[in-house]
């Protein structure tokens, strides 16, 4: 789920976004008759940057720092008009702060919280759906739940693909108070977690049901307690809230290993409960519960 490289999509936005900074630029430095405008498009290219790219960015706020630095000098030229060159620099700052503003989302956090929403949703009801599979013994049920987590390939995409277009926008939302980097870690643990629920899903299903394994009595109550945490994380995400409420019951979900632990466990049983333990404990990092705390969380039931 991490967003790294740049992508067509991204690479095209960015292209767009200098571009038109610096045509602006140009245009309004040559229509209020400014003589040679070069530092209008120079700063307005170089800000757009500072404020947008989602990498590289201290090497723009150098370069942004080397235009700067090169029209202080110019108070240094003899006949060289310093004003003319001060108001290409604000035209060009006025520009990139305005196609910025106008090339980026208003609301990434909602935008990627809503691209978040489905694939909870279809998480929580269909790790419920496997838990009542494996309390029945229905395997044709457990193989429907299956089928449905292969759909979730369509709604990761989107959320990947909402994670691109937000990525230029990250500067302008640390501005405003809200830290879009977490929102994306939270977007990529869950992508880690929806991995190993269609594990668990898939073991529960051909593993444990198909060849008639007994299933362990506290594997379908961790499954649901999973469920539970799923479904409230999904609800203090759509209220674009700090998701604290659904750790006590991921909490108590990662809680039933133990119980496991002292049964006898087929492989395929072991299995399905390891691939729950895992996506609860991406899930806790999801929440912003650092590694190692959430691990002492699910491994120290004296952890408070």
């Not at 292969?150 to 990761?156: F, G, S």
Request: aromatic residues 6%.
């Amino acid at each position: 789920m991490a967003v790294r490289m740049s992508s067509p999509r991204e690479l095209r936005l960015a292209i767009v976004q200098v571009t038109a900074a610096g045509v602006l630029a140009t245009i309004f430095g040559l229509l209020l008759e400014l003589r040679f405008p070069l530092f209008a498009p120079l700063v307005a290219v170089t800000l757009i940057q500072v404020l947008c790219a989602p990498h590289r960015r201290g090497l723009w706020l150098f370069l942004f720092g080397e235009v700067n630095g090169a029209l202080v000098t110019t108070m240094f030229i003899p006949n060289f008009s310093t004003r003319h060159a001060a108001l290409n620099a604000l035209i060009g700052a006025v520009v990139a702060i305005g196609v910025a503003y106008a090339t980026t989302p208003r609301n990434p956090i909602r935008m990627v919280n809503e691209a978040i929403e489905p694939v909870l949703t279809r998480l929580a009801a269909n790790t419920r759906a496997i838990a009542a599979a494996l309390r029945a013994g229905s395997a044709p049920r457990a193989g429907a739940a299956v089928f449905s987590l292969n759909e979730v390939e369509v709604e990761l995409l989107r959320l990947q693909d909402v994670l691109r277009q937000v990525r230029r926008s990250a500067l302008l939302t640390r501005l405003s108070r809200k830290n879009l980097a977490e929102y994306v870690n939270t977007a990529r643990e869950i992508g880690f977690a929806v991995r190993d629920i269609r594990t668990l899903a898939r073991h529960a299903w051909w593993g444990v049901l198909r060849t008639g394994e007994p299933v362990p009595p506290a594997l379908p109550q961790m499954l649901e307690a999973l469920a539970d945490g799923l479904a409230v994380l999904r609800d203090e995400i759509h209220k674009d809230g700090q998701p604290h409420e659904a750790r006590p019951l991921l909490i108590s979900a990662g809680r039933w290993v133990d119980v496991m632990r002292a049964q006898p466990l087929s492989i395929s049983a072991a299995t399905v409960a390891a691939s729950a333990d895992a996506a609860v404990l991406d899930l806790l990092i999801a929440t912003g519960v650092p590694l190692n705390d959430a691990d002492q969380m699910l491994r120290r039931p004296s952890y408070t």
